[in-house]
Protein backbone atom coordinates (compact mmCIF):
# COMPACT_ATOMS: atom_id res chain seq x y z
CA UNK A 1 0.00 0.00 0.00
CA UNK A 2 0.94 3.38 -0.71
CA UNK A 3 0.26 6.79 1.55
CA UNK A 4 0.47 10.17 1.13
CA UNK A 5 -0.94 13.04 3.09
CA UNK A 6 -2.39 16.09 2.03
CA UNK A 7 -2.90 19.19 3.91
CA UNK A 8 -5.59 21.11 3.47
CA UNK A 9 -7.05 24.70 4.65
CA UNK A 10 -10.43 24.90 4.91
CA UNK A 11 -10.56 28.03 6.40
CA UNK A 12 -13.32 30.02 8.79
CA UNK A 13 -16.26 28.77 7.65
CA UNK A 14 -17.99 25.26 7.24
CA UNK A 15 -17.00 24.25 3.76
CA UNK A 16 -17.17 21.36 1.02
CA UNK A 17 -13.59 20.79 -0.82
CA UNK A 18 -13.58 19.51 -3.92
CA UNK A 19 -10.08 16.62 -3.71
CA UNK A 20 -11.15 14.64 -7.01
CA UNK A 21 -8.21 16.40 -8.89
CA UNK A 22 -5.53 15.39 -6.02
CA UNK A 23 -7.26 11.99 -5.80
CA UNK A 24 -7.28 11.17 -9.65
CA UNK A 25 -3.29 12.37 -9.36
CA UNK A 26 -2.24 10.22 -6.67
CA UNK A 27 -3.67 6.97 -8.73
CA UNK A 28 -2.80 7.71 -12.39
CA UNK A 29 -0.47 5.32 -14.00
CA UNK A 30 -1.24 2.84 -11.15
CA UNK A 31 -3.54 0.13 -12.84
CA UNK A 32 -6.19 -1.59 -10.49
CA UNK A 33 -7.10 -1.25 -7.02
CA UNK A 34 -8.93 0.59 -4.37
CA UNK A 35 -7.88 4.43 -3.47
CA UNK A 36 -8.34 4.56 0.62
CA UNK A 37 -9.27 8.35 1.49
CA UNK A 38 -8.80 9.17 5.56
CA UNK A 39 -9.28 12.52 7.51
CA UNK A 40 -7.74 11.68 10.82
CA UNK A 41 -10.22 14.23 12.61
CA UNK A 42 -13.34 14.19 14.91
CA UNK A 43 -14.71 17.33 13.24
CA UNK A 44 -14.28 16.75 9.09
CA UNK A 45 -15.51 13.85 7.06
CA UNK A 46 -15.55 12.79 3.27
CA UNK A 47 -18.38 12.24 0.98
CA UNK A 48 -19.31 11.67 -3.16
CA UNK A 49 -21.36 14.31 -4.26
CA UNK A 50 -22.15 16.39 -7.22
CA UNK A 51 -20.03 20.16 -7.33
CA UNK A 52 -20.37 23.49 -8.95
CA UNK A 53 -23.86 23.05 -9.30
CA UNK A 54 -25.31 23.29 -5.94
CA UNK A 55 -24.98 20.62 -4.33
CA UNK A 56 -22.50 21.25 -1.74
CA UNK A 57 -23.95 24.18 -0.38
CA UNK A 58 -27.17 21.81 -0.47
CA UNK A 59 -24.93 19.47 1.85
CA UNK A 60 -24.42 22.07 4.10
CA UNK A 61 -27.45 23.25 4.22
CA UNK A 62 -28.96 19.87 4.90
CA UNK A 63 -26.18 19.07 8.12
CA UNK A 64 -26.95 22.47 9.41
CA UNK A 65 -31.03 21.86 9.13
CA UNK A 66 -30.10 18.12 10.83
CA UNK A 67 -27.18 19.00 12.95
CA UNK A 68 -28.06 22.95 14.25
CA UNK A 69 -26.17 25.05 15.90
CA UNK A 70 -28.23 26.22 18.68
CA UNK A 71 -26.80 27.05 21.93
CA UNK A 72 -27.31 24.85 24.74
CA UNK A 73 -28.66 21.95 22.34
CA UNK A 74 -25.44 20.12 22.40
CA UNK A 75 -23.44 18.23 25.80
CA UNK A 76 -20.26 18.75 24.10
CA UNK A 77 -19.68 22.67 24.90
CA UNK A 78 -16.30 23.73 24.12
CA UNK A 79 -15.32 26.04 21.09
CA UNK A 80 -17.34 27.95 18.74
CA UNK A 81 -20.72 28.32 19.28
CA UNK A 82 -22.87 25.23 18.40
CA UNK A 83 -19.53 23.25 17.94
CA UNK A 84 -20.84 20.13 19.49
CA UNK A 85 -22.96 19.51 16.51
CA UNK A 86 -19.48 19.11 14.57
CA UNK A 87 -18.53 16.17 16.69
CA UNK A 88 -21.64 14.29 15.12
CA UNK A 89 -20.94 15.26 11.52
CA UNK A 90 -18.69 12.30 11.40
CA UNK A 91 -20.99 10.10 12.51
CA UNK A 92 -23.41 11.14 9.43
CA UNK A 93 -20.36 12.17 7.20
CA UNK A 94 -18.28 9.54 7.27
CA UNK A 95 -14.39 10.43 8.05
CA UNK A 96 -13.46 7.95 5.33
CA UNK A 97 -14.52 6.53 2.07
CA UNK A 98 -13.18 3.82 -0.60
CA UNK A 99 -12.82 4.38 -4.29
CA UNK A 100 -12.43 1.63 -7.11
CA UNK A 101 -9.59 2.53 -9.39
CA UNK A 102 -9.58 0.87 -12.85
CA UNK A 103 -6.93 1.35 -15.27
CA UNK A 104 -5.31 4.31 -13.13
CA UNK A 105 -8.57 6.70 -13.47
CA UNK A 106 -11.23 6.39 -10.59
CA UNK A 107 -14.06 4.54 -11.08
CA UNK A 108 -16.40 7.27 -10.23
CA UNK A 109 -19.75 8.60 -11.82
CA UNK A 110 -20.48 11.04 -14.42
CA UNK A 111 -20.97 13.43 -11.79
CA UNK A 112 -19.06 12.26 -9.03
CA UNK A 113 -16.46 13.98 -7.18
CA UNK A 114 -14.61 13.01 -3.50
CA UNK A 115 -14.83 16.00 -1.34
CA UNK A 116 -13.86 16.97 2.54
CA UNK A 117 -16.92 18.32 4.69
CA UNK A 118 -15.49 20.48 6.83
CA UNK A 119 -17.91 22.58 9.55
CA UNK A 120 -15.91 23.45 12.46
CA UNK A 121 -14.61 26.79 12.01
CA UNK A 122 -12.46 26.24 15.06
CA UNK A 123 -10.07 23.79 13.06
CA UNK A 124 -8.76 25.85 10.02
CA UNK A 125 -6.00 23.05 8.54
CA UNK A 126 -7.23 19.31 8.03
CA UNK A 127 -4.89 16.33 7.10
CA UNK A 128 -6.21 14.12 4.73
CA UNK A 129 -4.31 10.61 3.42
CA UNK A 130 -4.88 8.83 0.28
CA UNK A 131 -3.87 5.04 0.15
CA UNK A 132 -3.86 2.95 -2.97
CA UNK A 133 -3.96 -0.76 -2.84
CA UNK A 134 -3.50 -2.15 -5.51
CA UNK A 135 -5.78 -5.28 -7.32
Sequence with gaps: MDTIERTIHTGDRPTVVDLSDEAAAFVRGRGDGLLSVFV???????????VGAGSDGDLLTALDALLPAEEGRWAHRHGSRGHGRDHVVPAIVAPSLTVPVLDGALALGTWQSIVLVDTNVD???????LSFLAG
Design 123 to 129: NHTRTVR
Design 40 to 50: PHATAGLAIVE
